[in-house]
């Protein structure tokens, strides 16, 4: 990049972000760090374990004690609207998936890894999907700078060893994952994201949709960690070979003939 | 999807082992009583839920000799999902194959 063109984009960078965070000296942004908690290594949702074949070691031991997959919404307080999508849903039958997408990734079992900092915290699991929060102080987008994705707009702040992450437009989860709850695009996700111990984060979820839920809905999720991982093993969906039979019931596709 | 009722094991030698996402596949070709043989698909989990029990890409190699247990296809076609899964001969795959680059 020429030296103009840098220095406008580093000017442009500068103006996007709130007074609180662009000052900081590369010694304040230490001591700043320092302040904040470190959530490190790789964790997963407790009581989602999952077997080498993918099954749940839950569902296999058939243990109905242990809460699992609290948000996929099964005990939701569902309006007529939020039972119709429901319904619709359960006669859909298990489709193709293109990942899993926000609020499933805080809930799966595949691992999370919780970057802290001192503008924003970065959440990411294993199939790259990504939350950004912003906790410099900045609020959510004007309503005509918003638009609806898979993963929201996020925005946080810490109240001592607590992350509070407020989070909206969210386009309709079980689109994108069909195991999700099917709520809309209005629905308001609040997070409180705490370490309660070395081995377990607590992240209590309350979600408002006036357009699927009667009322809030609320779920706790706790992570232990996720053991086996010395990296975030992440590959991308090239080889979905669920299928359907002649009878509308899934089945395995025959292999794809292999690319060069 | 699966018939959750009744599980097979099989025996048979590796024809592919796909690493990939959503999920992870092993062919197998298995013979039967008559001497036909037939290849199976074999859906297992997604690769973290493999590399975290210590499976790697190159466990399975093609040609390997394997033993499986599987709950079958709902619809009887030549596949199902994979359960456990062994060397021919009864030895562990992923953990605690100490002969296997999987447990490094």
Same mark, same amino acid.
């Given at each position: 990049? *020429?030296?103009?063109?840098?220095?406008?984009?580093?000017?442009?960078? !500068? @103006?996007?972000?709130?007074?609180?965070?662009?000052?900081?000296?590369?010694?304040?942004? %230490?001591?700043?760090?320092?302040?904040?908690?470190?959530?490190?290594?790789?964790?997963?949702?407790?009581?989602?374990? %999952?077997?080498?074949?993918?099954?749940?070691?839950?569902? $296999?031991?058939?243990?109905?004690?242990?809460?699992?997959?609290? /948000?996929?919404?099964?005990?939701?307080?569902?309006?007529?609207? @939020?039972?119709?999508?429901?319904?619709? *849903?359960?006669?859909? @039958?298990?489709?193709?998936?293109?990942?899993?997408?926000?609020? !499933?990734?805080?809930?799966?079992?595949?691992? $999370?890894?919780?970057?802290?900092?001192?503008?924003?915290?970065?959440?990411?699991?294993?199939?790259?999907?990504?939350?950004? $929060?912003?906790?410099?102080?900045?609020?959510?987008?004007?309503?005509?700078?918003?638009?609806?994705?898979?993963?929201?707009?996020?925005?946080?702040?810490?109240?001592?060893?607590?992350?509070?992450?407020?989070?909206?437009? !969210?386009?309709?989860?079980?689109?994108?994952?069909? @195991?999700?709850?099917?709520?809309?695009?209005?629905?308001?996700?609040?997070?409180?994201?705490?370490?309660?111990?070395? %081995?377990?984060?607590?992240?209590?979820?309350?979600?408002?949709?006036?357009?699927? /839920?009667?009322?809030?809905?609320?779920?706790?999720?706790?992570?232990?960690?996720?053991?086996?991982?010395? *990296?975030?093993?992440?590959?991308?969906?090239?080889?979905?070979?669920?299928?359907?039979?002649?009878?509308?019931?899934?089945?395995?596709?025959?292999?794809?003939?292999?690319?060069? | 999807?699966?018939?959750?009722?009744?599980?097979?094991?099989?025996?048979?030698?590796?024809?592919?082992?796909?690493?990939?996402?959503?999920?992870?596949?092993?062919?197998?070709?298995?013979?039967?009583?008559?001497?036909?043989?037939?290849?199976?698909?074999?859906?297992?989990?997604? =690769?973290?839920?493999?590399?975290?029990?210590?499976?790697?890409?190159?466990?399975?190699?093609?040609?390997?000799?394997?033993?499986?247990?599987?709950? =079958?296809?709902?619809?009887?076609? =030549?596949?199902?999902?994979?359960?456990?899964?062994?060397?021919?001969?009864?030895?562990?795959?992923?953990?605690?194959?100490?002969?296997?680059?999987?447990?490094?």
């Amino acid at each position: 990049m *020429r030296p103009v063109l840098l220095l406008a984009a580093a000017a442009l960078a !500068v @103006g996007a972000f709130p007074a609180a965070a662009k000052d900081l000296t590369p010694a304040e942004r %230490t001591k700043a760090y320092a302040k904040l908690p470190y959530w490190g290594g790789f964790w997963i949702t407790e009581n989602d374990e %999952t077997s080498i074949g993918g099954l749940s070691q839950r569902a $296999i031991d058939k243990d109905s004690s242990r809460a699992a997959m609290l /948000l996929y919404g099964f005990n939701a307080p569902w309006n007529d609207e @939020g039972r119709k999508r429901q319904a619709a *849903r359960a006669k859909a @039958g298990d489709r193709k998936a293109d990942g899993w997408g926000y609020p !499933v990734m805080m809930n799966a079992a595949a691992p $999370i890894q919780f970057m802290i900092t001192p503008e924003e915290v970065i959440i990411i699991n294993a199939y790259r999907d990504v939350r950004h $929060i912003y906790t410099d102080g900045r609020k959510h987008p004007d309503a005509d700078d918003l638009w609806p994705t898979v993963w929201g707009d996020s925005i946080g702040h810490w109240e001592g060893d607590t992350l509070v992450v407020d989070t909206i437009q !969210v386009k309709n989860p079980n689109i994108y994952f069909h @195991g999700a709850a099917p709520l809309s695009e209005q629905a308001h996700y609040v997070e409180r994201i705490r370490m309660v111990s070395p %081995t377990r984060i607590e992240d209590e979820f309350t979600i408002e949709d006036p357009v699927t /839920l009667t009322g809030p809905w609320k779920a706790k999720i706790t992570y232990s960690p996720a053991e086996g991982f010395d *990296r975030m093993v992440s590959i991308d969906f090239d080889n979905d070979r669920t299928g359907f039979d002649d009878q509308g019931r899934n089945t395995i596709e025959p292999p794809k003939p292999a690319e060069k | 999807m699966f018939d959750q009722t009744k599980s097979l094991k099989l025996t048979g030698s590796v024809v592919q082992f796909q690493w990939t996402n959503p999920h992870c596949y092993i062919q197998l070709a298995v013979k039967d009583a008559s001497g036909t043989t037939t290849e199976w698909s074999l859906e297992m989990g997604a =690769p973290m839920y493999l590399y975290a029990d210590g499976w790697r890409p190159g466990t399975l190699k093609t040609g390997s000799p394997i033993t499986v247990t599987i709950y =079958p296809l709902k619809d009887g076609k =030549p596949g199902g999902v994979v359960l456990t899964a062994t060397t021919a001969d009864g030895k562990p795959l992923g953990k605690g194959a100490p002969l296997s680059k999987a447990s490094s």
